[in-house]
């Protein structure tokens, strides 16, 4: 690693952008952040950007809105040559050495960008648009898994409401209708009837995107396994953690989980990475079907994950190391990962166990009502007898704990953490309009 390097790292509303200052400011001269408009009032107020290890943050325009419209392209919109302008405006400025992008439409934008930036002697770490556009393709994703062999959910492409009802009627609801290109769950939706279907993808015809239909699994239990891949396609780290605790209404809740051996299936994922021709840092998601045991594959993130810290905070610099494997260099070596090590932040686990708790009384509530729930019942709130004493259990004494580091570097960073802690009061809020159902 240079010792002048001058990195800019995009997204500051991501948790990942703060975990990757966090591992790279002791390698850097200077770090400086970008970050999208805010147009609520604690929506995505980049938080990392007001860390004090940030040397300089830049408002720069969005280009997200075309990603999330489904609107894939080579060329770039309007929008997306403002961000790019922008962006190179910074690094001509700053001196910039290197950008981290830290959210799936910076991957996207940048990817197809590498080489304005490579005039400037910018080093981006991304493969370049053809690959990095079949990363991004959900659907291209589960077909390269399912000529490897790793099990899928039944997934579907559809071109009229024929094509719909014909299949409803053979994979019966629920269905899960998804994006081909998201971040974040963004457009996803879980429709148990025709109607909501149907009224579901009634999308305007302007180039956008259909999403996939998919089948539902009910009640599975979350993985992710994250890893780093060099330019020869070798999988070169990887990291595997089970999910301990979770809100059931919005998966996205998640606010504990445990460091986990490397499961069976690793193998199969380096696979399907070198069969997308992926290199750097990425990660799949993986549910088991309580029907079967098997493990199906959900998707692929072509980035660090929001949980990056659960490795950095355990001395792990996975950002460090895709720097080098861009710059071609061997990647170096990462140190293994302890076992059984719950990773925690305990104000989002107050928050989200209160949650949980306000969400078994609606849900019984409504049943004593004589109300039909949502969901079936292997998607029924967590009961009393093991959510307290799951609760509790996550703080006695002998476990090894990590916390997330707005919690584990408070007094370094209190305005770091005091803005992430109230966007995510702001989501639990949100959330309350679904308990019970």
């Known amino acids: 690693m240079q010792p002048d390097l001058n990195l800019l790292v995009t997204s500051a509303h991501a948790p990942q952008a703060y975990a990757t200052i966090r591992a790279l400011r002791p390698l850097a001269r200077r770090i400086v952040v970008s970050a999208y408009p805010v147009k609520a009032v604690l929506g995505r107020l980049p938080h990392a950007a007001y860390s004090r290890l940030v040397d300089q943050r830049y408002a720069v325009p969005s280009p997200v809105n075309d990603w999330q419209a489904g609107r894939i392209q080579r060329a770039n919109s309007e929008a997306e040559e403002a961000y790019v302008a922008a962006m190179l405006g910074i690094c001509e400025r700053e001196g910039i050495t290197a950008v981290f992008p830290c959210w799936d439409p910076d991957v996207y934008v940048l990817s197809k960008n590498r080489e304005r930036f490579a005039r400037l002697g910018v080093l981006v770490p991304v493969p370049d648009f053809e690959v990095t556009l079949g990363a991004l393709d959900k659907y291209r994703t589960v077909e390269a898994a399912r000529d490897i062999g790793i099990p899928c959910p039944r997934t579907y492409l559809w071109e009229n409401d024929a094509d ?12 899960v209708i998804k994006p081909r290109f998201t971040s974040g769950a963004r457009g996803m939706h879980v429709v148990r009837d025709e109607g909501e279907l149907l009224g579901r993808l009634d999308l305007p015809q302007d180039g956008r995107q259909r999403p996939m239909l998919q089948e539902f699994i009910p009640g599975g239990r979350k993985q992710s396994l994250q890893f780093l891949v060099d330019r020869a396609g070798r999988l070169c780290f990887a990291f595997h953690k089970r999910r301990v605790r979770h809100f059931r209404v919005n998966a996205r809740f998640g606010t504990v989980s445990e460091s986990a051996p490397l499961p069976p299936y690793c193998g199969k994922v380096a696979e399907l990475v070198k069969k ?81 708790l306000a969400d078994l009384a609606a849900w019984r509530l409504r049943r004593l009502l004589g109300g039909t729930p ?38 370094q960073d209190p305005v770091v953490a005091l803005i992430w802690w109230l966007q995510f009061g702001t989501w639990v809020a949100g959330a309350c309009r679904q308990l019970g159902r």
Request: charged share 25%; hydrophobic share 35%; aromatic share 12%.
């Open 276 to 356: 997308l021709n992926w290199w750097g840092c990425g990660g799949v998601e993986v549910l088991q079907d309580p029907r079967d045991g098997s493990f199906k594959l959900m998707e692929m993130n072509a980035r660090f994950p929001r949980q990056l810290w659960n490795r950095t905070e355990l001395g792990i610099n996975e950002p460090q190391a895709c720097l080098e494997i861009a710059r071609g260099h061997e990647c170096p070596p990462l140190p293994e990962y302890p076992l059984g090590v719950l990773f925690v932040n305990p104000y989002e686990d107050v928050l989200l166990c209160g949650l949980q």
């Open 374 to 411: 949502s969901g079936d019942a292997s998607n029924a709130p967590v009961p009393l007898r093991e959510l307290l004493p799951g609760f509790f259990s996550t703080y006695r004494r002998g476990r090894t704990r990590v916390f997330d580091p707005c919690f584990r570097h408070f007094f």
């Open 164 to 175: 719909v009802r014909r299949i409803a009627a053979e994979e019966g609801f629920p269905l």
